[in-house]
């Protein structure tokens, strides 16, 4: 059996003497991942990086196999190797990808926020507001999602500063009281409450990577979140 798709490469390791496996999120067919033949030689590692969009034929002679895979380059993210705060946002994007997605299984919404998390990235533009919503993004698409549109105990809209670590809703400052210091805090702008300064930035990730680490972790086998996440907010951190 066989299939065609577009997708982003997530990682490629050796697989013997000259191959490599390759794991893709693709369009259709989710994180996929498939053997290129020859993959390990000098002229295909370029097409081989992380954040690369390419247009795959996955083979297999079952459906449960492996397979292999014969690639198209279809668009070069290279650009991004020569920016240590992207390239440390791509490596956090795509090891998120790889430690929560179940294998094959499609996911078109987080799809298209990847690849435009990634273009960005690539064009030099300000992603990191728009990686911190990707990673909302993917709180919800793996049924973590965060409500912040009222308060979890008075109902209002207005004055949201913290977040419940037990149901991810938004709690006012009225509806906090004494409890106030066992929230998270709720920077202004996942409220979308003005432009978002680095540090609120930095502040929302360990927002979501309270939920990724301590919800959503325990569920997928109680492993820890990749390292590549943790470095990238340590980087924003002494940048803000």
């Known amino acids: 059996m066989d299939w065609q798709d577009h997708g ?4 490629a390791r050796p697989h013997g003497e000259s191959s490599m496996i390759v794991e893709l999120f693709s369009a259709a067919h989710g994180r996929h991942a498939g053997v290129v033949r ?26 449960d196999h492996l397979g292999s895979y014969t690639l198209e380059p279809l ?18 994007a795509t090891a998120l990808l790889r430690f929560t997605l179940p294998e094959r299984e499609p996911h078109d919404a987080l799809f298209a926020a990847s690849e ?9 533009g300000d992603w990191v507001p728009l990686y911190l919503r990707w990673e909302l993004g993917l709180l919800e698409e793996m049924g973590y999602g965060l409500d912040l549109s009222s308060c979890a105990v ?14 991810g809703r938004a709690v006012s400052r009225a509806g906090a009281g004494e409890w106030a210091p066992k929230l998270l805090p709720l920077p202004l702008c996942l409220l979308g409450q003005g432009p978002a300064s680095l540090a609120e930035i930095v502040q929302g990730l360990r ?34």
């Open 8 to 11: 982003t490469i997530l990682s």
């Open 38 to 63: 020859g993959g390990a030689s000098r002229k295909m590692a370029g097409m081989l990086q992380p954040g690369n969009r390419v247009m795959a034929t996955w083979r297999a002679r079952l459906e």
């Open 75 to 92: 668009q070069s993210r290279a650009v991004i190797l020569s920016d240590r705060q992207a390239l440390a946002g791509l490596n956090a």
């Open 116 to 124: 435009a998390l990634f273009d960005a990235m690539a064009e030099g």
């Open 154 to 167: 008075t109902g209002s809209r207005d004055d949201l500063a913290y977040v419940s670590p037990r149901s």
């Open 207 to 240: 927002l979501t990577g309270f939920f990724l680490g301590e919800r959503m972790a325990p569920d997928l086998g109680d492993r820890p979140l990749p390292e590549a996440r943790q470095r990238l907010v340590d980087l924003l951190g002494r940048m803000g």
